[in-house]
């Protein structure tokens, strides 16, 4: 039977690193927020130019 | 508004009032909530456009752009949206004093609410410790929502 790595620490440290961000104050968090929402934008843009090239190429 | 009379109380909900207890995630708009009258039917969105356009910020859809965030004013819908409004924490952002919901409230309403996303959310608040347990237990005695508790302990919690 195959064996795979024990990831119990990797999770408890991603559960540890959620709750300091928790601890933020709110001002750091919202600049966080507005730092996603930029992210999301560019992640959208990016993928509507992959989308708008592989029409073209496709003759569309 | 509060000064100008526009509105009476209100609270910053949704997403970035629960951001204010757990951890930082994406999302598009701020919810401000107001409480309104007891005789009051209509939405009373109007004065509120009305006085915000008079500032330079006007609606696009459900929304007004004020300062590059898109803000939806929501009115009182319910006891526990009224209750969550009355009962918010005076806080300061930058200096300047706001109001938040309180973590048992949001939590209450996003159970009520019950899609999959405020699921998630409520899962944060409980990993995080966001939520005094005691204080909301109150809060869904009080707006009969134990079932919809139960279920969502059932079907979400390990």
Do not use: C
């Not at chain 1, 540890?16 to 104050?25: I, S, T």
């Not at chain 2, 330079?56 to 004020?66: A, D, L, N």
């Not at chain 2, 929501?74 to 969550?84: G, I, K, R, S």
């Amino acid at each position: 039977m195959k064996k795979y790595p024990d990831i119990t620490s990797l999770l408890e440290s991603k559960a540890e690193h959620r709750r300091r961000l928790a601890q933020l104050p709110f001002e750091e968090k919202i600049k966080i927020v507005e730092q996603l929402q930029k992210r999301r934008e560019q992640i959208k843009n990016n993928a509507r130019r992959i989308i708008k090239g592989n029409r073209q190429r496709a003759g569309r | 508004m509060v000064k100008a009379r526009v509105i009476d109380k209100y609270a910053i909900g949704g997403a970035i009032a629960a951001i204010f207890y757990v951890e930082p995630f994406d999302t598009v708009d701020l919810d401000i909530f107001f409480a309104v009258q007891a005789q009051s039917q209509s939405l009373m969105l109007t004065p509120l456009y009305d006085y915000l356009a008079g500032l330079g910020y006007y609606p696009q859809g459900q929304f007004v752009y004020i300062e590059g965030w898109p803000v939806q004013f929501l009115p009182a819908y319910n006891p526990l949206t009224d209750e969550a409004i009355q009962k918010a924490r005076s806080i300061k952002f930058n200096r300047t004093p706001t109001r938040v919901m309180r973590a048992e409230h949001l939590v209450a309403i996003m159970l009520d609410t019950g899609r999959m996303k405020d699921y998630a959310r409520i899962n944060m608040f409980l990993e995080q410790g966001a939520v005094d347990l005691d204080k909301l237990t109150e809060v869904l005695k009080e707006h009969r929502l134990i079932t919809k508790w139960k279920e969502y302990q059932r079907k979400y919690q390990r």
